[in-house]
């Protein structure tokens, strides 16, 4: 669970879900840029947005090289290197403002890793948390989870990728931040079990809000913010 002082940080906090399905990547990307800039001028607002994507990769700042052989690579302000997105992969963006909660990305990244490692609990199994060059979230040396926050002013904005029953192979045309694809699991693939998306991110709601302490919340369905973002 996460530090008991969490669940008083989103007390004054008015907090928006919007969950979506498999969505394209650039709505959403611009979707998150719109609400950057609204939570850094009203620093009361906290939006979270759980949703999958088509198959997109991606390229945080740290990205040196991009295969040729890579479809429509897209170039991100997120830390970390390249990595995939695709069905079966709850991605958690949180746009949150660190000086109304009173934290730092630091916080922000551990909040988001205990989130993950409390719903990976659910179903039996147990994680741990890394940093630095290998932050994400782990499972017996093999990587199930990764993580990657951009910042504007005091607001943050990306967030995790948690492999349930992803498409593990589309990793094989990368070396997912920085490393070999080899080291890339899933839910599905530990437990050997099938999962149901869209019960899944609702169970990941219900997680955050209580691991966060968030007794009220507003929830939305994305796509009816995406309507007229062109992808």
């Not at 599905?188 to 997680?207: A, D, Q």
Request: net charge negative.
């Amino acid at each position: 669970m996460l530090e008991k002082d969490w669940k008083n940080r989103f007390k004054d906090v008015e907090v928006f879900f919007y969950l979506g399905g498999i969505e394209e990547y650039l709505p959403v990307l611009q979707f998150q840029r719109k609400m950057n800039s609204d939570v850094e001028s009203d620093g009361s607002l906290a939006y979270i947005i759980l949703c999958e994507h088509t198959e997109t990769y991606t390229c945080g700042i740290h990205t040196e090289h991009i295969d040729s052989r890579i479809p429509n690579p897209v170039r991100i302000e997120r830390g970390g290197s390249i990595t995939y997105h695709g069905p079966g992969q709850i991605v958690a963006y949180y746009i949150m403002n660190m000086k109304t909660l009173g934290t730092n990305v630091l916080g922000i990244i551990n909040m988001a890793h205990e989130i993950e490692i409390e719903y990976m609990k659910t179903h039996g199994i147990s994680v741990e948390s890394r940093m630095h060059r290998e932050t994400g979230i782990w499972h017996n040396g093999r990587k199930v989870g990764s993580t990657g926050f951009s910042i504007k002013g005091s607001t943050t904005m990306h967030g995790t990728a948690l492999n349930i029953s992803t498409d593990l192979k589309k990793f094989s045309a990368i070396n997912p931040c920085g490393m070999s694809p080899e080291i890339m699991t899933s839910l599905s693939e530990i437990s050997g079990k099938k999962y149901n998306m869209e019960k899944e991110k609702t169970l990941f709601m219900e997680i955050i809000s209580e691991n966060m302490g968030i007794e009220s919340f507003h929830q939305r369905k994305l796509s009816g913010q995406l309507s007229g973002i062109a992808p």
